[in-house]
Every structure is written in C-alpha cells, then in structure tokens.
C-alpha cells in the first residue's frame, strides 16, 4: 500500500494558479497545432467532395469559409498560425539534440517547409481578397493549375506534407495515452484515406474545369477581372509572393547561423563536466539539458515522454551544489509539485535543468531495458498435460499510487516492479509468462523435474525480495512508502500451449493450479504475509517448513480446503533445511 505521506497534499488536487505554470511552449505548440490540424481536416473534407462534383466544391467551401472567416474564429486560426510557424522557427535555433533521431527532425523540417509552399496559395486567395476584392475560388485555382502543372503538384506536395507533419505531432501527444493502442488501427486508416480523397477530390475537380476551360461562356463567367485579378494586380501578387518567400529564407538563414554563433560562443565560455551517479563524467559545453547531454554521449536516461516535460521518469537528485543551479521554469515547477517534491531544491528534471556549472547528480529512476517474452523458448511438448509450479506475484497499492502520480510515472515504476520479479524468476530457471496490470504469473518446471521446479519457485520468491529491497532503495526519495508484494505459490498437473486467434497467440498454462495460486496470492493481504505457499511444494522440494505456520484455506472452486505455509517473509525461504542430509541442494 502507498498511503501518501500526512503533510503531503494529493497530486492531482491542482489549485488554478498551479494549472498555470504547467503550461509552457510545448502546451501552446500544442494547442495552436490542434488549431491548424482541426483546419486541415475541414479543408481536406471539403477537397474530397471533389469525387462527387465540382458543385459539390463549391458548397463545400462555402461552409468551409463560413467557419473559418468567421471573426472570433479567424483570430483564433490566424494568431495560432502565426504563433506556431514561430515556435517552429524557435525549435530550429533552439532544439540542440532529438529524442527520436530521425523522426523529430523530420517533423521539424517539413514543418518548415510548408510556409514555402503554401505562400503563394495565401497571398493568391486570402490577400488578393482582402487587397483586391478578388472572389477567387476553385474554379480559378484549378484552372490556374491546369496552365500551370508545378502548381498543382506543389498543391499535393503541401497536402503530404502538412498532413505528414501533423500527424507526428499528434502520434507524439497520443501515443502513451491508455486507449490509443486500441485506436491506432482506426486512426492509421483516417490518416491515409483523408489525404488520399483529397488529393483525388482536386484531380477530380480539376478534370472538370479543363472539360469547360475551352468554353468561351464559362471563361467570361469564371476568369473574369473579378475572379482572377487584373494583370497590374497579379503582377502586385506576384511580388508580394516573392518578396515573402525571399524574407522567409533569409530568416531561416538567420537563425542557422545565429546557432553557428552560439556554437562558438559556447565553445569560447568553456565547457563544463556531469558527473553521473555511476562514476561516468562527460563534457557539455554550457545551455544543453542534463537529457540532452544523455542523448549526446549516448548515455542511457529514463525519460518517457521524450523530453517534453510531461512526465518526470528523467529526474535527478542533485548531490553537487545547490546554489550554482538555474531557477526551475515554470512548467519544471507544475511537473515537480504534482509529485511533491517541489520543496527539494535538489530534485529537478533533466530535461529542463540546464546547468551552467560543473554537475553531479544521481538519476532517481534509471533506465532499465528487460526482456520478459513469456514465450521465447517454449518448451518441447505445446498443448500436453504437464507437471508446473505456477507463481503469482501482484504489487500492493498499485491503485493509490495510480491516483497519486502521473501516469507516466506510474506505469515506469510499475514496470521497474514487473523488471525485478522478472530477473529472479528468470535467475531462478522460471519463465515469466503473463503480465496482467501490476501483477505476474511465473511458471517453473517447463524443462526441469517437478523436485527442481519447486526449488525453483522457492528461490524465486527469496530473491524477489531481495530485488524488490534493491528497487525501493533506488526509489527511497520518490516513494512515500516501500513498494511491497505478495505471492501465491501451488504446483499441479496443467496443460500448456498457445492459446489465442491467430497473430495473438500467446503461450501459457490452464488448469486448477494456476487458479489455486492466484487465490492464494490474494489471501495473502487478509493473513498479512509477504507469500502464501502450498504444503505440497514444500514436500516436493523436500524442506523442513514446521517453523512456518499452518493454514487450511478454503478455495473458491474447490471443495476441499488446501493446507498451505505463511510466510510472513520470503527470504527466510533461504534458511530452511532439507529433509534429508544427503539432500545437498538449497533453496
């Protein structure tokens, strides 16, 4: 259980003027992205409609305007335009290293590359409405396409990669939330079909005005000086386009070499030196995050959410000192006190701290990368009834610690937890078979003896306290409580295989004593006991459990009660003795 600590308020009570420091320049990127995002969508709806008519078209962009030019809306669309392709231009001088290597990146340059694209389109209908009065709409857009064909593929160049570029940043926000996994098949489909409809509405639209270009009625009635502009007005356009496109390319440039300069700068004020945790020293020239430096020497550090200071799995303990250290922002500030640490100077984020002296710290959650395959090696006999000793192993007050942490968070420790019931399982000859939230099935004697596997099985639950004591001391600063467990441990006749449909065949065992285990893992809160063991895994391993005490516990599903040991503490495990003198293997 994790009772929070008396004097320590819950995190998720989130008082208004807290709620606004954690809004930093990744929330307001954010929000001005869903902005521009939601814009595209209507607008690549209305492109579709091109499959039905060209009519079609034309009402569809009749409401399509209508939202949008409406007044409060339009500040709306105009001013997160505005702020989100100069959030963008920052990201480029700013952003030093990338947490995904070749997707951030990317995400950055087409993010750039669409005011070059898209400029001309803008100054040709919004500002030559607004100059001109110019009622351009897509008739005239096609059929300046159609006597223009780079113009047209520029059109579908912006569609991919505008569409491309939002995209990203919502994988990026949505990929960690709980239900996304189940909607990624969905959001994967709309994502290629509204595109792909799009760019086939304005090929469909476009052979309808080429079928009616030729026809001198409906040239006077849709190229007329009122439609298109008169040629002193295009020619006004024209260079308004340029002179933008030139503007915008000299900036970019600008910023590019402002990041030369402060390369050199840097390299002129000096570097200064991290000392982790482990004995590792690296040197950082001064203005990278501890995260970035991470990323830059490639060492490896805990960091869920990508740097973007929506979790706190990159934390440090500060053990250098406190006083050469920055102001945490803002946004640091709301992250640290939704975990109550904010009045520990010495706990910041690595990925917002940028130190501008030399650093030693510690990191509070160290990465760690277990491989848990239930059903790597499968044993030799699939779908045969077999002796196994199965182990539930569940983490107590998984819910309290859900309510009282971020998410991220959560499922990180969560997942530390689940990592070292794993590595003793694993260390003790078992196979981790199935994770089901905070708790885990073990099975022992896939490819030993019923005698071995419940040596087995009792040498795993003694060295899951041992790693658990291991993983509580790594998290003593972050944990009002230590995490604690319980196991349930019986042995039987199962039938192993895979079970499932198809791709999602899993390998496991069926049968009264993986039922009989995990009941037995349960009582172990009502008996107040670290792990609940069957008397016959103890006779089977062929130790002396007298000193342990006796219970017969009813299970549900079973008529007759089962006699079982309390073990009030799992290592004591390692102190019984064998049966017999000639038995020289230990538990």
């Keep these: ?19 606004w420091r954690g809004i930093g320049l990744r929330q307001v990127r954010l929000s001005c992205g869903l902005v521009l995002f939601t814009y595209l969508l209507s607008h690549f709806i209305n492109h579709a409609l091109g499959n039905i008519s060209i009519d079609a078209l034309q009402a569809g962009v009749v409401i399509h305007a209508g939202i949008w030019q409406f007044f409060p809306i339009a500040v709306i669309f105009y001013t997160s335009a505005a702020i989100h392709a100069g959030l963008g231009v920052w990201a480029l001088y700013e952003r030093r290293q990338f947490q995904w290597r070749t997707v951030e990146p990317l995400q950055l340059v087409l993010g750039l590359t669409i005011p070059t694209l898209i400029v001309g389109h803008v100054v040709g209908v919004r500002l030559g409405e607004n100059l001109y009065d110019i009622d351009r709409s897509y008739p005239q857009v096609l059929a300046s396409w159609i006597t223009s064909p780079l113009r047209l593929w520029s059109m579908y160049t912006v569609i991919l990669v505008a569409w491309t570029h939002g995209c990203i940043g919502l994988y990026f926000w949505l990929r960690l939330k709980p239900w996304f996994r189940r909607a990624s098949p969905y959001l994967l489909a709309a994502a290629v079909l509204l595109p792909t409809l799009a760019m086939l509405g304005v090929f469909q639209g476009q052979r309808a005005v080429a079928a009616s270009l030729a026809s001198p009625e409906w040239q006077a009635a849709n190229l007329g000086p009122g439609q298109v502009g008169t040629a002193a007005q295009q020619v006004t356009l024209a260079a308004i386009i340029d002179n933008l496109l030139i503007g915008y390319l000299v900036l970019l440039l600008l910023v590019l070499a402002a990041r030369g300069i402060r390369i050199l700068v840097e390299r002129r004020v000096g570097m200064i030196s991290l000392a982790y945790g482990d004995g590792r020293i690296v040197r950082v020239p001064i203005g990278l995050s501890v995260l970035e430096a991470s990323l830059r020497h490639r060492v490896p550090h805990a960091s869920v959410c990508g740097g973007r200071a929506r979790c706190s799995t990159c934390r440090i303990r500060v053990t250098s000192d406190l006083a050469v250290l920055p102001e945490p922002s803002a946004r640091e500030s709301f992250v ?16 917002q701290l940028h130190p501008t002296a030399d650093l030693a710290f510690v990191q509070l959650l160290a990465p760690h990368a277990s491989s848990a395959n239930a059903h790597a090696t499968h044993p030799a006999r699939i779908g045969q009834e077999r002796y196994l000793v199965c182990m539930f192993i569940d983490m107590r007050g998984s819910t309290m610690l859900a309510e009282k942490r971020l998410p991220y968070d959560t499922v990180f420790i969560v997942n530390r937890f689940l990592a070292a019931v794993s590595q003793a399982v694993v260390a003790s000859g078992g196979k981790p078979n199935q994770f089901i939230g905070d708790g885990e099935l073990a099975l022992f004697g896939l490819n030993c003896d019923p005698q071995t596997a419940c040596r087995q099985a009792l040498r795993a639950a003694a060295m899951i306290a041992d790693n658990i004591d291991e993983l509580n001391q790594a998290l003593q600063h972050d944990l009002p409580q230590p995490l604690r467990f319980g196991i349930g441990i019986h042995g039987g006749e199962v039938i192993v295989g895979d079970i499932g449909y198809r791709d999602n065949m899993v390998f496991t065992a069926l049968g009264d004593p993986v039922n009989v285990a995990a009941r037995l893992q349960d009582m172990t809160k009502s008996l107040s006991c670290d792990a609940i ?26 008529v007759a009660p089962i006699k079982v040991r309390a073990v009030s503490d799992t290592r004591l495990l390692t102190t019984l003795a064998p049966h017999a003198p000639s038995d020289t293997v230990t538990v």
Aim: net charge negative; proline share 10%; with cysteine.
């Design 1 to 19: 259980m994790f009772p929070a600590a008396a004097s320590r308020s819950a995190p998720s009570a989130v008082t208004p003027s807290s709620w």
């Design 336 to 351: 640290l006190s939704r975990l109550g640490t904010d009045g520990d100077p010495a706990i910041r984020l690595a990925c």
């Design 533 to 558: 063991v069957s008397e016959g895994v103890f006779a089977s391993a062929g130790v002396d459990v007298e000193t342990l005490p006796a219970h017969d516990l009813p299970i549900r599903g079973r």
